[in-house]
């Protein structure tokens, strides 16, 4: 059974979410479709959402804090108002764009797993290193391993290169196929695939060996949209 995640990352209001996660949620239930669907809305537009056992509502990033002075950020006390236990770490324009390194992802990482989170893990190389080739590609992404413990029941792996990410170019078969055949080969966890998955491409993308799921952003923030890829994905089964 494969996964599908969206990212709204700084896109959707309050608004706008509800609506979405309300038509989702419908869709889920009218069509039986049940494989695991995770939807990550920017913070302000958090809630309790009603919904089906096979939609979580997760957020895309939090401080490993219950509370205190850390402006501009959320801690547990905010997530799990609304019941949410479930949170992005890693993602590359958190650590690219938001300078987070890898001690502070791992603290992330480590202060999550001990309140038993889901937890989805990014990794992905930048193109430089995806241009000096796989050995060098491999190793950058087995450093974005340093301090997070693999053995974590509840962790979901999504390889994103950062290149492929908002670019509308995703990365090719052969290259998510080498990838992912090595990331599974070190660590048996699920492993989703993200950078520019859309209608064109997810069905392809879904049918390569070690791909468990895919996580998506710009496609998935047309609801229409994102409803017929859950409908592609739940047909993969
Ligand atoms: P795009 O689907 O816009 O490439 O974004 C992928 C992503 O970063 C999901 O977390």
Redesign the pocket.
């Known amino acids: 059974m494969k996964i599908i ?3 709204f ?1 700084t896109n959707h209001t309050r608004k706008t979410t509800n609506s979405f996660i309300t038509n989702l949620n419908d869709f889920l239930q009218s069509t039986n479709i049940n494989n695991e669907v995770y939807i ?1 809305p920017p913070a302000t537009a958090l809630d309790s959402f009603d919904t089906v056992s096979n939609l979580s509502i997760g957020v895309q990033n939090g401080y490993f804090t219950k509370n205190g002075s850390f402006t501009g950020e959320i801690g547990t006390d905010q997530i799990e108002e609304f019941g949410i236990k479930t949170i ?1 770490i890693g ?3 958190r650590r690219h764009i938001l300078g987070e390194d890898q001690k502070t992802i791992a603290l992330k990482y480590n202060y999550y797993k001990a309140l038993g989170y889901k937890i989805i893990y ?1 990794i992905g190389e930048p193109l430089e290193v995806k241009q000096s080739g796989l050995t060098e590609t491999l190793g950058y992404i087995w450093e974005q391993f340093d301090g997070i413990d693999l053995n974590y029941e509840n962790l979901i792996l ?1 390889y ?1 290169p950062v290149w ?5 170019i ?1 990365a090719t078969i052969e290259d998510i196929a080498t990838i992912h055949k090595k990331i599974k080969k070190k660590i048996s966890k699920p492993l989703l695939y ?5 209608l064109a491409n997810i069905q392809e993308i879904l049918n390569i060996p070690n791909v468990d799921g895919t ?6 923030w047309q609801i229409d949209d994102f409803k017929e890829m859950c409908k592609i994905t739940n047909n993969i089964n």
């Not at 492929?164 to 509308?168: F, H, S």
């Not at 996580?215 to 998935?220: E, H, K």
């Open positions: 995640a969206s990212n990352k990550f992005l993602h590359s324009e990014c999504a994103e492929a990410i908002g670019t509308g995703s993200g950078g520019s998955v859309k996580l998506i952003g710009t496609a998935s």
